[in-house]
């Protein structure tokens, strides 16, 4: 039903397979062992024990770290000019900050004054222009009153 599948050659690109070839340990010779000697002998210290028995070993010398480099001196000046920079932008900034901060509040501060002034300006006109209508507070009348000492005489 289906035809015979014909061998065709690669078109591709030939690729090399390389598998590792393991090493056997007779054919690897280990590397000779060479004694080297020390340069100079150890000394060797006894120390003989309060009990009577002796101790001999080599005498430890404690280990000397090589010197530090020496630093180059720097003067005093030099530093207070640094730290005096340092603090001198530190101040700054701060100034900085602080005038905005300011600037920020006045800008607020002047902007609540104009809300109020505008809020209780137009509570004001309600109550002229809407006073008309309504009746219902104590009236004085003014001219008819005679003031003595003091004193209201109607």
Known sequence: ????????????????????????????????????????????????LPDGRVVTGYAVHPAHPEPAAAKPAVSR??????????????????????TTFITALTALVTQLVILAAVVFGGWIAVQVFTGSGRQGGTTVHIRKAVIKRNH???
């Open 77 to 98: 000046t030099a530093v207070n000019a640094a730290l005096g920079g340092v603090g001198f932008l530190a101040v700054s900034g701060g100034l900085l900050l602080l």
């Open 1 to 48: 039903m289906y035809p015979k599948p014909a061998h065709r050659p690669p078109t591709g690109p030939v690729v090399d397979v390389h598998r590792p070839v393991p090493l056997h340990p007779g054919s690897i010779a280990p590397a000779p062992l060479v004694p080297v000697q020390p340069d100079t002998v150890p000394t060797v210290a006894s120390i003989v």
């Open 152 to 154: 209201f005489h109607g």
